[in-house]
């Protein structure tokens, strides 16, 4: 039997190891919300790639394809946070996979490997707007473009020019725009689109997303091209900086290898991250951000993910 001392000496050490846990408690719910994680993963100009090229003594032979790709998504998917699985255009075009069947397989592939969404690139018209129209009947993700107007095309009410994904607390919007195709596509295959200025469209939804729709994170999905020698062509690097409340660009088009994300000061002084992956699904591009407790973004960490194993 306890006496009072005894007594009291326990009672105290039971309260403080209360204490000592509520406070580890509140601890960890503090980490938990000053620090929100996000890893977004991403690709380019894949171009029709669902299977390795051959192993036939080219630079690429065994890397790319489909089931590699899927296996590194599952792998990082499998560390348990949140992620995002982004597309920036030219889905289709280039093997006998989109001349045999006109990208059905390549929407198949996307929609298994789970993609959130996706933008058009000029080839993803090569088979004519109807066709495209078609084939988004496999896919499970939207497309999204806002410098494109389909109204009277095949393509009318097939895209929408953002969408906002909820991945724990942080709500991230994502837009797309597309390249001119004037004078890159055959006018038959993308008819009464009309091609709208890009940055001025892409500001505009940002905007929508950032203040409206209270998004903690823009992305814009690009298919304009990283950079040109023409300064009167809009590029990424032009978009950037004329961008306002847009915190990642995305891009395709020039087939650009980044060795790492590139930052440039936007219209605000705010950094703006790009990044592209090269084509046909060699890479595998992995930006991992960290959200303080006020939704402050960082890029914590980047990573060029090689697809499949290259062989000698």
Known sequence: MLNRRGFIKRSTLATGAVLTGDALLQQAMAAEARDQRLTILHTNDVHSRLEPFPMDGSRNQGLA???????????????????VLLDAGDIFQGTPFFNFYKGEPEMKAMTMLGYDACTMGNHDFDAGMDNFATQLQHANFPVLLCNYDFTGTPLEHKTIPYTILKKGKLKIGITGVGIEMKGLVPENLYGATQYLDPIVAANRVADDLKKKQGCDMVICLSHLGFKYKEPAKVSDEVFAAESANIDLIIGGHTHTFFDKPLAYRNKLGRDVIVNQVGWAGIILGRLDYVFSSNKDKNLEASQSVLIGKKSS
């Open 65 to 83: 394809g489909v089931a590699a790709r899927a296996k590194a998504i599952e792998a990082i998917r499998a560390e348990g946070g949140h992620v």
